[in-house]
C-alpha cells in the first residue's frame, strides 16, 4: 500500500545500490525497505517479488547508498534465503569503471512517465567521463529522450543504474543522481 517506486538495482545475491536521497527519509525514519523485482520464475502472469533490504552504508558525496537483503524478514515476502539470492543473483549487474567520452550507455530505471512499473530503459551519450562535483568527479551524461517532443520525466531515475554493454553482458559503471545535492531537494533535474 502506498508504494512509491524508487530505482536502485542488485549488484549480487545480496545487495542493492541506490541513490541516497531516495532511502534517506526510510531510513531516518526506520521504516521497512523493499527491493522490487520482476519474478522470473514461471507464472501465468507477470507478478513481482519484495525483497526486504535494510540499510547498510552510504556515501553523501556520490550520493549512492547500498542496501543489504534482510533475510529474517524474507518470510514475509513469501521468499526462503536460497529463492532470494537465486533473484538476486539473476538480476544483479556487475560494476565496472572506465567510461570515455561518446560512449553509448544505458539508463534502467523508473521515470514518472514509464508506461510500466518494470524498468524503463533510456539511451544516454557519455559527455564527460570526469566531471568534478565539489570532492567527487561524475559522469556527464546526454540523454535525448529528456528532449524528445514527448520528454521523459526524469523524476524515479535517481538510484538508477547507468550500463556499459561489455560484449553481451551489461556492467554498472555508475548510479543515476538526479537531484543536486543541497539545492532542490527531492526534485529530479
Known sequence: DGERLRSAFAISKSHVLTAW?????AVDHQE?????LRDTRPQERP???YIPVAFLQAAEDLDVAALAVVPPR????GLTEDEAASV??????????GVAGGQSVLIKG???NAPSADSY??????????????????????VPGFAAVDPVDPRGLSGAPVLLARGAAETAVAVVRAVPRGRYPDTAL
Open 21 to 25: 536521497h531516495c532511502v534517506r527519509k
Open 110 to 112: 523508473f521515470p514518472g
Open 74 to 77: 524474507l518470510r514475509e515476502a
Open 47 to 49: 507478478s513481482y517479488l
Open 88 to 97: 538476486m543473483a539473476e538480476a544483479a549487474f556487475p560494476l565496472g569503471i
Open 32 to 36: 521497512a525497505m523493499w527491493f522490487r
Open 121 to 142: 530503459p533510456l539511451p544516454a551519450t557519455v559527455v564527460d567521463p570526469a566531471l568534478l562535483l565539489g570532492p567527487v568527479a561524475a559522469i556527464m551524461l546526454v
